[in-house]
């Protein structure tokens, strides 16, 4: 459980940072194929036009993070979790409402120390 909470926490800290990824990994298609900038060499854009785009999509203009790209494995991962955390939760308050015996007496041990004296 603590495994699925820890990629949870990771896919929500580095979404922002998804774009850096995407661009690093892809470098040549990007430089390529999807800088706006091909037709002017002399600019040395290499893509990071194309970055800045990808980077200005995912902050709105009051600068919050915008989750459009990642939504749905973000949605299926928190959804199936909390679904199985509901679920596991239900099962530990109904075996503790079963098993919620609670012994207040104290004197059922003490039998052993009043023994009569022996002669």
Known sequence: MKKIYIIIVFIVLFRPVAPLVE???NYEYVSKVLCE??????????????LSNELSKSFDKSGKLVFD???????YLVSGTF?????EL?????????D?????YNYLQVSSLL?????
């Not at 790209?69 to 949605?75: A, F, G, V």
């Open 83 to 87: 679904r199985y955390l509901s679920f």
């Open 69 to 75: 790209k990642y939504n749905t494995l973000y949605d």
């Open 23 to 25: 661009y690093w990994v």
């Open 37 to 50: 900038n091909v037709s002017k060499p002399e600019l040395e854009c290499n893509g990071k036009c194309h």
């Open 115 to 119: 023994d009569p004296p022996i002669f």
């Open 90 to 98: 239900a099962l530990v308050w109904r075996s503790e409402a079963l």
């Open 100 to 104: 919620s015996y609670v012994n207040n």
